[in-house]
């Protein structure tokens, strides 16, 4: 059973415009979220994570929100980059311990 | 952050055949993780691997099938034994490298396994 759902598995936005990749799960216990960013050839980096006592964190050009009571996640780049362009996972950790990660979204930023 | 490396990058083998992907760390860490990434489908975590105790499987997944050895900290081997087509996946190892709670992990580059 997937726990963690991505279910745009691509995306395109031109450069300079706002990014939203979104993220839903089915566990309420989860205690953490994190988005990772993943290069074809290269694992999987972090970018920014939440702790589910929060609903917004900031950094840079990346916003992710989290809506508890619709189990829902999403991370915003503002402004978007050709240099954004790869695939992103959102993860979701259970008793800081155990990690669920989505499908992934390709995300294609266009010049 | 932990720079990790995995080898070989890609194979392609014949059915039936085992394949050994190893995982190396520039660190000391305790705990080690491997990872599935089937086409479309989630990351999928397989086993940890602990320094000194046996690995632990994820439900799915058996040690028969994929035997992991953890010899000392920074070193981790993931066996994809009998392998058939439906083991075609990117494999990827990881790292907590500041321990559970932290919250963060860092990926090998992962290993794409072809079995025809």
């Known amino acids: 059973d997937q726990q963690v759902k991505q279910n745009s598995p691509s995306l395109s936005v031109q450069e300079g415009r706002i990014s939203i990749l979104n993220c839903d799960y089915t566990n309420s216990m989860f205690d953490y979220f994190l988005w990772y960013k993943k290069y074809p050839a290269e694992g999987p980096t972090f970018l920014i994570s939440i702790s589910s006592i929060k609903d917004k964190n900031e950094d840079g050009r990346f916003t992710v929100f989290l809506n508890k009571s619709a189990k829902h996640l999403s991370l915003h780049i503002v402004p978007s980059q050709p240099g954004d362009s790869a695939v992103y996972f959102c993860a979701a950790l259970y008793n800081f311990n155990k990690f669920y990660f989505g499908s992934g979204t390709k995300l294609n930023v266009k010049p | 952050s932990a720079v990790i490396s995995q080898k070989p990058s890609r194979d392609i083998c014949q059915r039936g055949t085992s394949l050994t992907i190893q995982c190396q760390v520039d660190s000391q860490v305790t705990m080690m993780f491997w990872y599935r990434q089937q086409p479309g489908q989630s990351l999928t975590l397989i086993a940890t691997a602990n320094q000194g105790s046996e690995a632990t499987y994820e439900s799915g997944f058996v040690i028969d099938k994929f035997p992991i050895s953890r010899p000392n900290l920074t070193f981790s081997t993931l066996t994809v034994s009998n392998m058939s087509p439906e083991d075609s996946s990117i494999y990827l190892c990881?790292?907590?490298?500041w321990g559970p709670g932290y919250n963060e992990q860092f990926f090998g580059p992962g290993t794409r396994l072809t079995v025809l």
């Open positions: 990881s790292v907590e490298p």
